[in-house]
């Protein structure tokens, strides 16, 4: 079984931590003198700590098994594509901010549509499905061996003979 695990950008962590502790203090001295109430108070620092914690511990799992390619955005998102729905796999080099405009479960609403699973700019994997859904593109530290890997297991799903060659 392959598996992977990549954490987000750690500078996107401190680029969102830097644009808002600033505006958090504003809207704390705002909402204090503004709204007594301790429990509007608490809502405005509870979304204050959320998206830098999403940042520095979400992060993207990629999970090969037997059948299926598992994937996670943890915490919130998990979904699989199966190797008999795999019609096509490439290796790509992806820019987080100019083709998705950011960090996370991003949508590309461009020809093809794609989902992107987005922890870093660089290499991805994109796989487009036979059921015409969006193509799903993962950033991967070893995008060539993640590649290689949904490679052998689609062949061997579809009964192809797959053995490995010494260097």
């Not at 962590?13 to 504003?26: A, K, L, R, Y």
């Not at 915490?75 to 290796?91: L, N």
């Not at 996370?104 to 796989?127: D, N, T």
């Amino acid at each position: 079984m392959y598996s992977e695990k990549q954490v987000m950008d750690r500078r996107v962590f401190w680029m969102i931590v830097v644009i808002e502790v600033p505006i958090m203090v504003m809207l704390v001295a705002l909402v204090a003198t503004s709204h007594p109430d301790w429990w509007v108070m608490l809502i405005v620092l509870g979304v204050g700590v959320l998206a830098p914690a999403i940042m520095w511990w979400g992060h993207v799992r990629v999970r090969l098994d037997d059948t299926h390619l598992r994937w996670a955005f943890v915490p919130f998102w998990r979904g699989s594509v199966a190797y008999d729905d795999i019609e096509h796999i490439e290796v790509a080099q992806v820019c987080a901010m100019r083709e998705y405009g950011g960090w996370g479960i991003r949508g590309s609403f461009g020809k093809p549509p794609r989902l992107g699973l987005i922890a870093k700019s660089g290499s991805a994997v994109e796989i487009t499905r036979r059921s015409k859904k969006a193509n799903l593109v993962i950033t991967s530290d070893d995008a060539d061996q993640l590649a290689d890997e949904i490679l052998r297991r689609v062949l061997r799903e579809e009964g192809v003979a797959v053995t490995e060659t010494g260097a």
